[in-house]
């Protein structure tokens, strides 16, 4: 007999527009729409047009309305500041209707654009849900990214306001943020019209007269702002993402299919019912944030945990448990590699007999593949269901998942399980042919994909087909490859581009070597995604010189690296180089990636046939040696 994924997942495929147009059913709307699946500018796709609505009245308004004012939207746990506080609906509505008043007050109107660049701190979430009641489009950086790509960001969106804070806590330092700020807008050739800047007891920071706007000032002056209707297909958010060059992609995500999606994931997926408490441990900077820190816990009533700690040193390995336990977490979700870093610090798993964790029922890992190992101990540690589920920046939501809240299908260790309802996906060759199962191809998704996914990219349509639906007309391309097996469970193997995944943060490394290629002493280069026991994978950075360099590798390996934190930001974790006197290629001289990051990994491989010369293969190894990878790897 169909299980209750089975139906939803052949509905979903076979009657788009009675899947979701039920699920639409559930969210408020001023104006319903004229067509749930609009296809008539194939292919791009649009859901519910016609529709109006406002995301942050679904997120807040509709639940006090609704009995919930009293009930707690958000809770704040901060280990670095040592505080705990909690905003209930109610609460949470009027600071935000402040906010949207201030946005209101230095002129920001629908279809702006908004860039928030802030620590995990409550008024981060208010800034976006402000931007969400005024229709204003916003755009967060993460802390992590140095000036240079925020000044990318800024370009690229040209917001009319800019939010910040003093500073950031990564443990016990302080890092400010209003040089980087500062800095980014120095180097941009769109400037904003005002920042405004949420002072931080921790570091103050100096306001610029004129341009600079103290938060709690303009808070205390501000009128709370209603709600303004928007169109389902309005931009809701951009969010930029690594692409294959240093630019990044800015995916778009609209207001009325964001809604209805993520508001039905919150039950189908997780398993969550309002007024139940969900945790997602990422950063508001990420997808993830956005989408389950965030909008869908509030589309679904529930309670929702803003953290700023880390898995481990704030103060230990057992803080992700006394969170768990202090708030009565349902489910959380966060990335393999934070339990890792658990795993590591406390094997035995000893910090977990300290907490009661009876509330806890299931743990939602994605971001990165999750290793079998760090499943199994967290499934023997914890005693819950553990569920990998795998998705992108670009989707918003899982393509594949052990959709909880509708069968729960055995755990087969290394695949997500099956498409989640609404994604057709499926596994092509080169040719655009589909492959048979359990063979190795490119993971794509037949168009149209599910609401709440991007339908675009910031102002750039001929980028977004060419990045997503060129290469198998008809399909959405992951750039991820794997398989299917017959019964259905989806094995996501690799990235088929540039992308690497450090500590589950998604970069590029054709970024990272566009800034290697900058030195003046660099003839050319290859950083590539090793892998690493605790980040997943890191990168590792080869450099040729120019003939008659003079100064020593050491200085040279130490510039790149500065020059990587300084361009992309300390998240990139570019720690690695060596010089090397030449790279393996092929006779026509493409770099032979794959092969490296074989040696590089210790792993068996075969030598090239196309190679230019096999001798470059052995100085590699010895390279990768000397700075621990290959067979010098601990
Ligand atoms: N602002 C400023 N700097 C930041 C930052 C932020 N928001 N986030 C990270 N950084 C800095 C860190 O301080 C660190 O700097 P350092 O080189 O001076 O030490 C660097 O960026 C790398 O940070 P991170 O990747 O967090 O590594 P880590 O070694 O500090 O911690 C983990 C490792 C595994 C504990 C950590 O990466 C983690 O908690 N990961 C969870 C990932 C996650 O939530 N992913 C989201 C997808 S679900
Ligand atoms: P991001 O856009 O930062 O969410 O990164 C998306 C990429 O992370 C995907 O294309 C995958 O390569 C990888 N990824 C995310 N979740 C998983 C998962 N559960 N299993 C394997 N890879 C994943």
Redesign the pocket.
């Known amino acids: 007999m169909a299980n209750k994924y089975d139906e939803a997942y052949q509905q979903s495929i076979n009657d788009p527009n009675g899947f979701w147009g039920k699920a639409a059913e559930d969210c408020h709307w001023y104006k319903k729409w004229d067509k749930v699946l609009d296809d008539s500018n194939k292919p791009f796709y649009r859901w519910f047009t016609g529709g109006e609505l406002n995301t942050c009245y679904n997120a807040l308004d509709y639940h006090i309305e609704n009995g919930r004012g009293q009930q707690v939207a958000l809770i704040y746990d901060s280990p670095v500041t040592d505080t705990v506080k909690k905003y209930t609906y109610t609460q949470l509505r009027d600071e935000v209707a402040k906010f949207a008043g201030v946005l209101l007050d230095q002129g920001v109107k629908k279809g702006d654009r908004v860039i928030v660049y802030m620590?995990?701190i409550p008024e981060a979430a208010i800034a976006m849900l402000a931007c969400a009641r005024i229709g204003a489009v916003h755009s967060v950086v993460?802390?992590?990214?140095a000036a240079k790509e925020l000044a990318t960001r800024i370009n690229d969106a040209k917001p009319k306001v800019m939010i910040s804070a003093s500073c950031?806590i990564?443990?016990k330092?302080v890092?400010p943020?209003k040089p980087l700020l500062d800095g980014a807008i120095e180097m941009s050739a769109s400037k904003p019209e005002k920042c405004i800047i949420f002072q931080r007891p921790q570091a103050k920071a100096a306001l610029i007269p004129g341009r600079d706007i103290d938060w709690n000032e303009a808070m205390a002056k501000a009128k709370p702002a209603d709600c303004v209707k928007v169109a389902a297909t309005d931009p809701l958010y951009i969010l930029y993402t690594s692409g294959t060059t240093g630019q990044p992609k800015g995916v778009v995500r609209d207001n009325g299919g964001h809604v209805v999606a993520l508001k039905w994931t919150m039950k189908a997926i997780y398993d969550i019912d309002a007024g139940d408490v969900f945790w997602?441990?990422?950063?508001v900077?990420?997808?993830?944030?956005h989408s389950y820190i965030v909008y869908a816990p509030l589309f679904k009533g529930a309670t929702t945990i803003l953290f700023e700690g880390?898995?481990?040193?704030t103060p230990d390995a057992g803080v992700f448990w006394r969170v768990i336990s202090q708030h009565k977490v349902k489910s959380m979700?966060?990335?393999p590699?934070?339990f890792?870093?658990i795993k590591r610090d406390d094997p035995k798993g000893e910090f977990i007999k300290k907490y009661d964790l009876s509330n806890f029922k299931i743990l939602f890992l994605?971001?990165?593949r999750s290793d079998p190992d760090t499943i199994q101990w967290s499934e023997r540690n914890l005693n819950v269901s553990v569920i990998d589920h795998w998705w992108q920046t670009e989707t918003g939501w899982a393509i594949c998942a052990n959709c909880m809240g509708l069968h729960h299908f055995p755990v087969t260790y290394g695949s997500p399980t099956k498409a989640a309802p609404g994604w057709n996906v499926q596994v092509l060759d080169a040719n655009c042919k589909q492959v048979k199962a359990g063979e190795i191809g490119a993971l794509v998704v037949k168009l149209p994909l599910p609401p709440g996914t991007l339908p675009t990219l910031w102002q750039n349509d001929a980028g977004y087909k060419k990045s997503y639906l060129e290469e198998f007309p008809g399909y959405y391309k992951t750039a991820d490859a794997g398989y299917i097996d017959e019964r259905g469970y989806v094995y996501v193997m690799s990235r088929t581009d540039d992308i690497i995944n450090?500590?589950?943060?998604r970069l590029s490394t054709g970024a990272m070597e566009e800034v290697l290629s900058d030195h003046p002493d660099v003839a050319e280069c290859a950083v590539l995604g090793v892998e690493d026991q605790?980040?997943g994978q890191v990168p590792v950075g080869f450099v040729v010189l120019k003939a008659g360099v003079t100064r020593s590798n050491e200085e040279i390996i130490k510039d790149v690296v500065n020059m990587v934190?300084d361009r992309i930001?300390?998240?990139?974790?570019f720690?690695t180089a060596t010089v090397v006197k030449r790279l393996p290629k092929t006779r026509s001289g493409k770099i032979l990636r794959g092969t490296i990051q074989k040696i590089a990994d210790n792993k068996e491989y075969n030598v090239p046939a196309t190679i230019d010369d096999p001798s470059t293969l052995g100085e590699m190894e010895e390279a990768l040696i000397k700075i621990g990878y290959a067979k010098g790897r601990k």
């Open positions: 620590p995990m993460f802390g992590g990214f950031g990564e443990v330092k890092i943020y997602a441990a990422s950063d900077g990420w997808v993830v944030g880390k898995p481990v040193g979700f966060t990335a590699t934070a890792r870093a994605a971001g990165e450090v500590a589950g943060h605790l980040k934190r930001g300390p998240v990139a974790a720690k």
